[in-house]
């Protein structure tokens, strides 16, 4: 294997003379990332588990990824950690020289960023009008401040006619 600036590269001829080959490891997780991803960044390490299985003309390769991700809250834009757990399984071609997995583990961290992540469930969200997160308390703005929720649900959505009558 090759270090991780090059890449997690895995000669298959060594997975084929071992009839499998099991590694783990800890990577810096911003380094598998080619961009910056809006609302989430990797925080801290990538610890790596990959094992290898020779059958046949493939190489099944299954593992099990974990980290954290910072991330912003949907409803008061607050920077929270989120641990995540994830796995891969891939098939490789057993002609190839090498095996890089690198795209495939990078893929599985991605898949593990919520669409939505709130930093804590009974989050509040902010005042429509200060910006003030309301989790932190009331912000003085008074009832005032979410009117256009409460006109909202004034609403009333007209009934369809019941086309059976006609």
């Known amino acids: 294997m090759s270090g991780a600036g ?3 590269r895995f000669e298959v001829k060594r997975i084929m003379e071992e009839g499998g080959l099991c ?5 810096d997780a911003a380094h598998l990332l080619a961009q910056d991803w809006p609302g989430a960044r990797p925080e801290g390490g990538l610890r790596l588990k990959a094992e290898f299985s020779v059958g046949g003309s493939r190489i099944l390769m299954q593992a099990k990824l ?5 991330l912003v809250c949907g409803r008061c834009l607050a920077e929270h950690r989120l ?3 994830g796995s891969v399984d ?6 190839a020289q090498f095996i890089d997995i690198a795209e495939d583990v990078r893929q599985a961290m991605l898949l593990e ?3 939505r992540s709130l930093c804590r469930p009974d989050c509040k969200g902010l005042c429509p009008r200060c910006g003030r997160s309301l989790s932190l308390g009331a912000c003085g703005c008074g009832p ?5 929720l409460e006109a909202s649900n ?8 019941d086309h059976a009558e006609s």
């Open 23 to 27: 590694a783990e490891f800890e990577l």
């Open 154 to 161: 004034r609403l009333t959505i007209p009934k369809e006619k």
């Open 6 to 8: 090059d890449g997690l």
């Open 113 to 115: 960023i919520p669409l």
């Open 144 to 148: 005032d401040a979410s009117s256009h």
């Open 90 to 95: 891939e098939t490789y071609p057993a002609s």
């Open 66 to 70: 974990s980290g954290a991700w910072t």
């Open 83 to 85: 641990d995540y757990a």
